[in-house]
């Protein structure tokens, strides 16, 4: 853990976000991106290690399992909840130096300009919503995960 990265502070509670908890294990944690306070573009998941890594070449089996595991099944419950044509997954690590994942939906009729993990966000009829919009959308997947263990 540091006590300057934000994901350590986010899983100690220093940091409220956005959104409730839609999975938690011993190793990640699964919640919607908050733009802090402004609209967030909406099926934008997160999904943490836990442990203080900078990298996916840092993690140990077990966290990598458990890694790519949540990372299948939160994809499929976003396409399956939001009705996502398309996820993209993204792990830069170029502002955050803790392992986190983006799981970013292309919605149906997105113009092909708009296509991309960050150029979704350009798209004029993009879906964005606040706090009671993120919350309905992390609920839908928290409850497809829980109802559908085995996929």
Not at 29 to 53: A, E, F, Q, T
Not at 99 to 106: E, T
Not at 120 to 130: N, Q, R
Not at 141 to 148: A, C, D, F, G, I
Request: aromatic share 10%.
């Amino acid at each position: 853990m540091s006590v300057s990265c934000f994901i350590c502070n986010k899983h100690n509670g220093g940091i409220q976000t956005s959104g409730v908890k839609i999975y938690e294990d011993e190793f990640v944690y699964v919640g919607h991106i908050d733009k802090g306070g402004k609209p967030s573009y909406l099926g934008h998941i997160m999904i943490d290690l836990k442990r203080h890594v900078p990298s996916l070449g840092d993690m140990t089996l077990e966290e990598a399992k458990a890694f790519g595991m949540i990372m299948a099944r939160v994809s499929n419950a976003i396409r399956k909840t939001e009705s996502a044509e398309h996820i993209y997954a993204v792990v830069s690590g170029n502002s955050v130096p803790h392992l986190h994942m983006h799981i970013i939906p292309r919605y149906p009729n997105t113009p092909e300009e708009y296509w991309g993990p960050w150029e979704v966000y350009d798209w004029p009829e993009a879906p964005f919503g606040k706090n009671e919009e993120i919350i309905q959308v992390c609920e839908r997947v928290k409850q497809y995960l829980e109802s559908n263990p085995y996929e």
